[in-house]
């Protein structure tokens, strides 16, 4: 297993690319399913998780060619025909459920693996009853058996009125991906609206899906019989900006990030702006310089976009330990996403946990220390704690960071950080 060896603190200056966003890459990949034709996607993310889901596809009966820089991909239909999503394809990420949605549309069966990816909620787990339950209403039949869902449909999925009782991304996703082949119309109400849900639904509508987005939360589909070729650019990826624009805050360093639309992530700029950092945006770039001195804040809570991403919590949790004063952050979508703190507390983080409240206290300075990755954010987490510690750290279980972030070392190095891989 791969670690990092960090030597800080560092101080980041230049320019940083971001990738394609692997949140978008991974529905849009599942719904692939769907078509007969061929579709080209560009700007994929080179991050594991896409690698596991082109495997995934490729087990299912899709031919998948990719560009020598492996940033475009092609995809086509074979003649085989496999139904089965095995334990082993999707063990590692949470998105493999996703295929079930277009699986059940296109073929009417499917066997899925329940699926893997972060433990984010300790013991309670990562449920998927929503997508279950919904794709039932559309007229999906399944029975648990062994870890696996076999799911079926008599005849073509139906379309039907759908209110989420709460708002989750992944069942938004593949209820969308579902009611794209149903018969009849779809309404679903309560959806989870992140750009990246967005990103699935332009491509869809390129292959000529009819998709419409009505008032806030509410999506109409009106089934069609087939997808038509499309070729189809990935957003750029949200969480990997926001955990840059954090570091260019924490390490009172200076970045220019280019490849992404600002205006989708106003809500994290707004609070690097009430920390003290300086951020200017252009149409597709961010220039932010960080404060000489961090404001606390005591108020933030993660929410479903567009409010503050539970998937930026553990790195902001970083730069408010080295703020002036006691800061607090409430975690509402994964009660128990706190694994990250046990890790920064060996660096000398003072952080409280009260139900799913944490409290920071500022002013700390971090000392390198040996850290262990429990999850895909947290990992990033801990890499830029290093960053800004004094002397050594190691990050062990760098896989997780491998699982969404391109390249993180070689773009860190990039920007003046310390870092090296330390391959076993
Ligand atoms: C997606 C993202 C993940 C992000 C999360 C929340 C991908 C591949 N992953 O995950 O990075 O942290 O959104 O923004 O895009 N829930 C249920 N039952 C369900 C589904 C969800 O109880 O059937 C609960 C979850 O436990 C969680 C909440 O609903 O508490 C939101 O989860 P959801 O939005 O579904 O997250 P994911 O799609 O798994």
């Given at each position: 297993?791969?670690?990092?060896?960090?030597?800080?603190?560092?101080?980041?200056?230049?320019?940083?690319?971001?990738?394609?966003?692997?949140?978008?890459?991974?529905?849009?990949l599942a719904?692939t399913i769907?078509?007969?034709?061929?579709?080209?996607?560009?700007?994929?993310?080179?991050?594991?998780?896409?690698?596991?889901m082109l495997s995934l596809l490729e087990s299912l009966?899709s031919?998948i060619?990719?560009?020598?820089?492996?940033?475009?991909?092609?995809i086509?239909?074979?003649?085989?025909?496999?139904?089965?999503?095995?334990?082993?394809?999707?063990?590692?990420?949470?998105?493999?459920?996703?295929?079930?949605?277009?699986?059940?549309?296109?073929?009417?069966?499917?066997?899925?693996?329940?699926?893997?990816?972060?433990?984010?909620?300790?013991?309670?787990?990562?449920?998927?009853?929503?997508?279950?339950?919904?794709?039932?209403?559309?007229?999906?039949?399944?029975?648990?058996?062994?870890?696996?869902?076999?799911?079926?449909?008599?005849?073509?999925?139906?379309?039907?009125?759908?209110?989420?009782?709460?708002?989750?991304?992944?069942?938004?996703?593949?209820?969308?991906?579902?009611?794209?082949?149903?018969?009849?119309?779809?309404?679903?109400?309560?959806?989870?609206?992140?750009?990246?849900?967005?990103?699935?639904?332009?491509?869809?509508?390129?292959?000529?899906?009819?998709?419409?987005?009505?008032?806030?939360?509410?999506?109409?589909?009106?089934?069609?019989?087939?997808?038509?070729?499309?070729?189809?650019?990935?957003?750029?990826?949200?969480?990997?900006?926001?955990?840059?624009?954090?570091?260019?805050?924490?390490?009172?360093?200076?970045?220019?990030?280019?490849?992404?639309?600002?205006?989708?992530?106003?809500?994290?700029?707004?609070?690097?702006?009430?920390?003290?950092?300086?951020?200017?945006?252009?149409?597709?770039?961010?220039?932010?310089?960080?404060?000489?001195?961090?404001?606390?804040?005591?108020?933030?809570?993660?929410?479903?976009?567009?409010?503050?991403?539970?998937?930026?919590?553990?790195?902001?949790?970083?730069?408010?330990?080295?703020?002036?004063?006691?800061?607090?952050?409430?975690?509402?979508?994964?009660?128990?996403?706190?694994?990250?703190?046990?890790?920064?507390?060996?660096?000398?983080?003072?952080?409280?946990?009260?139900?799913?409240?944490?409290?920071?206290?500022?002013?700390?300075?971090?000392?390198?220390?040996?850290?262990?990755?429990?999850?895909?954010?947290?990992?990033?987490?801990?890499?830029?704690?290093?960053?800004?510690?004094?002397?050594?750290?190691?990050?062990?279980?760098?896989?997780?960071?491998?699982?969404?972030?391109?390249?993180?070392?070689?773009?860190?190095?990039?920007?003046?950080?310390?870092?090296?891989?330390?391959?076993?």
């Amino acid at each position: 297993m791969d670690k990092f060896l960090i030597k800080g603190p560092c101080k980041v200056n230049g320019t940083v690319n971001i990738s394609g966003s692997k949140n978008a890459a991974l529905p849009i990949l599942a719904s692939t399913i769907l078509f007969d034709k061929p579709v080209i996607l560009e700007n994929l993310p080179r991050v594991k998780d896409i690698d596991t889901m082109l495997s995934l596809l490729e087990s299912l009966g899709s031919k998948i060619v990719l560009s020598k820089n492996k940033r475009t991909v092609k995809i086509t239909k074979t003649k085989k025909k496999n139904f089965v999503a095995s334990y082993s394809s999707v063990k590692t990420m949470r998105a493999g459920v996703l295929v079930l949605g277009p699986m059940i549309a296109k073929h009417h069966k499917s066997i899925t693996s329940f699926p893997g990816g972060c433990v984010l909620n300790g013991n309670s787990g990562r449920p998927i009853n929503y997508h279950l339950n919904t794709l039932k209403k559309l007229g999906m039949q399944y029975e648990i058996k062994k870890g696996y869902i076999f799911a079926k449909t008599k005849a073509k999925l139906k379309g039907n009125f759908i209110k989420f009782p709460k708002i989750s991304v992944g069942a938004t996703e593949n209820l969308i991906m579902a009611a794209c082949l149903a018969k009849g119309k779809t309404i679903l109400k309560n959806c989870a609206i992140e750009p990246e849900i967005k990103d699935l639904t332009n491509f869809l509508r390129s292959a000529g899906a009819k998709i419409k987005w009505v008032g806030k939360r509410t999506c109409e589909i009106i089934g069609v019989n087939n997808l038509k070729e499309t070729k189809y650019s990935i957003m750029g990826d949200r969480i990997e900006t926001g955990t840059f624009c954090i570091l260019a805050a924490l390490t009172k360093g200076n970045l220019l990030i280019k490849n992404f639309k600002p205006k989708l992530i106003q809500t994290e700029l707004s609070f690097l702006k009430k920390v003290g950092a300086s951020v200017k945006t252009f149409k597709n770039e961010i220039q932010i310089k960080g404060p000489k001195q961090i404001k606390s804040i005591n108020n933030i809570s993660t929410k479903e976009y567009p409010g503050f991403p539970t998937d930026l919590q553990a790195q902001f949790m970083v730069l408010l330990c080295k703020a002036n004063g006691i800061s607090k952050i409430t975690e509402k979508i994964f009660q128990s996403r706190f694994i990250h703190v046990m890790e920064l507390q060996r660096l000398g983080a003072k952080i409280n946990i009260k139900n799913n409240t944490a409290t920071i206290e500022g002013n700390t300075e971090f000392k390198g220390a040996e850290l262990m990755s429990s999850d895909l954010r947290a990992s990033a987490a801990l890499v830029l704690a290093a960053i800004s510690a004094k002397g050594k750290s190691i990050v062990s279980r760098v896989y997780h960071c491998d699982r969404g972030y391109e390249k993180f070392e070689d773009k860190l190095k990039r920007i003046g950080v310390n870092i090296k891989r330390i391959s076993s």
